[in-house]
Nanobody, 128 residues
Framework: QLQLVESGGGLVQPGGSLRLSCEAS????????IAWFRQAPGKEREAVAC????????IYSDSVKGRFTISRDNAKSTVYLQMSSLEPEDTGVYSC?????????????????????WGKGTLVTVSL
């Protein structure tokens, strides 16, 4: 069964860190770029980071650059999002998604809608 399952969300204080995981099954993980998106309450979903399948190239949104790191472990079919220096504005549901090859649709106007597979998300709350 094809699945993307996120984990690692929770409540963290401002300035703290969290590591999210996205575990894939049911498709050839090694051939897919994996991206993280987030959606804050009352706001549109936004792209956060993406890692390609071929050369491990990474892309970050300006709002998280320098604070978040995306990585992948192909042996475990898992992508990680290490989040540091968290701010209340980082609060939201974080979801991973997959697209064949490089981070093409992630970087395009289609974004989330252009991906091939989607997870259900994990909630991150940054608050005192």
């Amino acid at each position: 069964q094809l699945q993307l399952v996120e984990s690692g969300g929770g409540l963290v204080q401002p300035g703290g860190s969290l590591r999210l995981s996205c575990e894939a099954s049911g498709f050839n993980f090694n051939f897919y770029a994996i991206a993280w998106f987030r959606q804050a309450p009352g706001k549109e979903r936004e792209a956060v980071a993406c890692i390609s399948s071929t050369n491990g190239r990474t892309i970050y949104s300006d709002s998280v650059k320098g604070r978040f790191t995306i990585s992948r472990d192909n042996a475990k079919s898992t992508v990680y999002l290490q989040m540091s220096s968290l701010e209340p504005e980082d609060t939201g549901v974080y979801s991973c998604a997959a697209e064949n090859g490089a981070c093409y649709y992630y970087s395009s106007a289609e974004g989330w809608d252009g991906m091939d597979y989607w997870g259900k998300g994990t909630l991150v709350t940054v608050s005192l």
